[in-house]
Nanobody
Framework: VQLQASGGGLVQTGGSLRLSCTASGFTLVDYAIGWFRQVPGKEREGVSCISSSDGSTYYVESVEGRLTISRDVAKNTVYLQMNSLKPKDTAVYYC?????????????????????????????WGQGTLVTVSS
């Protein structure tokens, strides 16, 4: 399984983008899906997660109030609406499915999406989509 992130682009500071996470042959909306981002030379970091059990959402502090994760069950798509973008949001964005003991799970990490270790809970990364925010 590979998830595919799309919708990135070049925007000015304060602008908006909506990223989409899709998959073929996999009902991703049945599982916890996380958004991550990575800049060259740095670790991939968690941004947000949505649980399929009850739709609970989680955000890291740096994006709280500006980014919104959601899902469309009919379209089998998870979105990341990005508003009030800042240059520090510039990165390649990836989506991944959370697994526990190798099995996809409905639940996001209990302790949220902060910390380097959270990345290891997710996989099935696709190519990612580049978001560039100009100052």
């Amino acid at each position: 399984v590979q998830l595919q992130a799309s919708g990135g682009g070049l925007v000015q500071t304060g602008g908006s983008l909506r990223l989409s996470c899709t998959a073929s042959g996999f009902t991703l909306v049945d599982y916890a899906i996380g958004w991550f981002r990575q800049v060259p030379g740095k670790e991939r970091e968690g941004v947000s997660c949505i649980s399929s059990s009850d739709g609970s959402t989680y955000y890291v502090e740096s994006v709280e109030g500006r980014l919104t994760i959601s899902r469309d069950v009919a379209k089998n798509t998870v979105y990341l609406q990005m508003n009030s973008l800042k240059p520090k949001d510039t990165a390649v964005y990836y989506c991944g499915v959370r697994r526990l003991f190798g099995v996809p799970t409905m639940y996001c990490p209990m302790n949220g999406m902060s910390g380097i270790s959270v990345r290891s809970d997710f996989d099935s990364w696709g190519q990612g989509t580049l978001v560039t925010v100009s100052s």
